[in-house]
């Protein structure tokens, strides 16, 4: 079935550094995708989206990439911080009108000051 | 606004005893979704709604269910417990259903 996964179920990085997570996407009928936060405990929470009829979406500290030649999304953190730590979600709405998540497994980003 | 917020926050049951958890949105939002999420996975889709009235399934409805008689309130059923639906299950909702979806904070289910 159509799926969404991340390469990288686990990132650590230095306080300070940039993070990049990765997201492969199956369904080349997706058309939005959005990527979530979720800290322990708590609900996903929207991070960024970008839409199929783009590349690059920019956002506060934050950038998506789509490259949907060979159906992969990435989340760019730039100059992560402690408070980033928590794990990322990529999900994707196959264009159905009731707008339909399909996420992957989620990566962990550990930030270490 | 407060959002989309969930009740119980957490409940322990036991095997086929029946709850409903609830789930209410005061941002006028057209559509409610049920994900649970096992631990170490992603969202799963229990059951969606694009309306009042109107109800659906999703990725893993079986042993659940759920109605929607106002905008504001999609609760979810589980009639007969089973330690498979043990599982953290978050309430989402959007504006138009092709736009971000906004999660409540969870209900952390555990069947015995």
């Known amino acids: 079935g159509e799926s969404v996964g991340l390469h990288l179920p686990t990132l650590s990085v230095q306080e300070g550094d940039n993070s990049i997570i990765n997201c492969a996407y199956s369904?080349?009928?997706?058309?939005?995708f959005i990527w979530y936060k979720q800290e322990s405990g708590k609900g996903p929470q929207f991070i960024i989206d970008?839409?199929?009829?783009?590349d690059k979406r920019q956002g506060q500290r934050v950038t998506v990439l789509l490259n949907k030649t060979v159906k992969h999304l990435s989340l760019q953190i730039a100059a992560t911080q402690p408070g980033d730590s928590a794990v990322y979600f990529c999900?994707?709405?196959?264009?159905?009108?009731?707008?339909?998540?399909?996420f992957g497994q989620g990566t962990i980003l550990t930030v270490h000051p | 606004n407060a959002g989309v917020t969930q009740t119980p926050k957490f409940r322990i049951l036991k095997i086929g005893q029946s709850m409903t958890l609830q789930c209410t949105q005061d941002?006028?939002?057209?559509?409610m979704y049920w994900y649970r999420q096992d631990p170490g996975m992603g969202l799963k889709l229990i059951y969606y709604?694009?309306?009042?009235?109107?109800?659906d399934k999703g990725e893993v409805p079986n042993g659940y269910n759920v109605s929607r008689s106002t905008t504001e309130d999609f609760p979810l059923r589980l009639e007969l417990a089973a330690p498979s639906q043990t599982s953290v299950y978050f309430c989402?909702?959007?504006?138009?259903?092709?736009?971000?979806?906004?999660f409540g904070p969870g209900t952390r289910l555990l069947v015995l």
């Open positions: 941002m006028n939002h057209n559509y």
């Open positions: 369904n080349s009928a997706s058309d939005y």
């Open positions: 970008i839409r199929s009829n783009m």
């Open positions: 999900a994707e709405n196959d264009g159905t009108s009731y707008g339909k998540l399909t």
């Open positions: 709604s694009v309306g009042a009235g109107i109800t």
């Open positions: 989402a909702s959007s504006y138009l259903g092709e736009e971000t979806q906004y």
